[in-house]
Nanobody, 115 residues
Framework: QVQLVESGGGLVQAGGSLRLSCAAS????????MGWYRQAPGKQRELVAN???????NYADSVKGRFTISRDNAKTAVYLQMNSLKPEDTAVYYC?????????WGQGTQVTVSS
């Protein structure tokens, strides 16, 4: 079982920045693929970015060039640096840990971008 706790969400004006953090309880954190997803009201949850255990990254087209995902295996944490935020980035952001047949989710953190 992996517990994930997100932090760093909040209200920001368009063009601003936020950094989300996700603290994980996994003892073998380095072996997990980690990801950030988001869900806006009335929409399906979507992948924002992920980072594999080996360090490779993948981004949704809508955030490429603006968001950066990173991980610190020593701190068992994953981060999402979000720059040039847009109102359409408004959503609840969820941290995800995935390995083999198991997947775990955090409770989510709200990000609201005002125009």
């Amino acid at each position: 079982q992996v517990q994930l706790v997100e932090s760093g969400g909040g209200l920001v004006q368009a063009g601003g920045s936020l950094r989300l953090s996700c603290a994980a309880s996994a003892s073998i954190f380095s072996r997990y693929d980690m990801g950030w997803y988001r869900q806006a009201p009335g929409k399906q949850r979507e992948l924002v970015a992920n980072i594999r255990s080996g360090g490779s990254t993948n981004y949704a087209d809508s955030v490429k060039g603006r968001f950066t995902i990173s991980r610190d295996n020593a701190k068992t944490a994953v981060y999402l640096q979000m720059n040039s935020l847009k109102p359409e980035d408004t959503a609840v952001y969820y941290c995800n840990a995935h390995r083999l047949q198991s997947a775990f989710w955090g409770q989510g953190t709200q990000v609201t971008v005002s125009s």
